[in-house]
């Protein structure tokens, strides 16, 4: 069973900082690109950040300058590190693994950003 375990969520003031990350297995981890989505209330998922095995990183338009995005090899775990967050920035966060053929999500981690 696939798994991408995310972890770092939580409550946050506006102009703060988190990094969320998440942890798959190697065999995922190393042929996939790894991709941040997230989904606030009443809205669609939407896509956040993504990185590909070689490093290149991608962002929304939303987040480009706040948010990096990185992958450490040796521990099979992508982040995002996100700062300057704003209240729009709130949603649950979800990993996504992603080949031509599979697709793996994980369970999300919710990022609340509130004075």
């Known amino acids: 069973q696939v798994q991408l375990v995310e972890s770092g969520g939580g409550l946050v003031q506006p102009g703060g900082s988190l990094t969320l990350s998440c942890a798959a297995s190697k065999t995922i981890f190393s042929n996939s690109v790894m991709n941040w989505y997230r989904q606030a209330p009443g809205k669609q998922r939407e896509f956040v950040a993504g990185i590909t095995i070689t490093n290149s990183p991608n962002y929304a338009d939303s987040v480009k300058g706040r948010f990096t995005i990185s992958r450490d090899n040796a521990k099979n775990t992508v982040y995002l590190q996100m700062n300057s967050l704003k209240p729009e920035d709130t949603a649950v966060y979800y990993c996504?693994?992603?080949?031509?053929?599979?697709?793996?999500w994980g369970q999300g981690t919710q990022v609340t950003v509130s004075s």
């Open positions: 996504n693994a992603a080949t031509i053929f599979y697709n793996y």
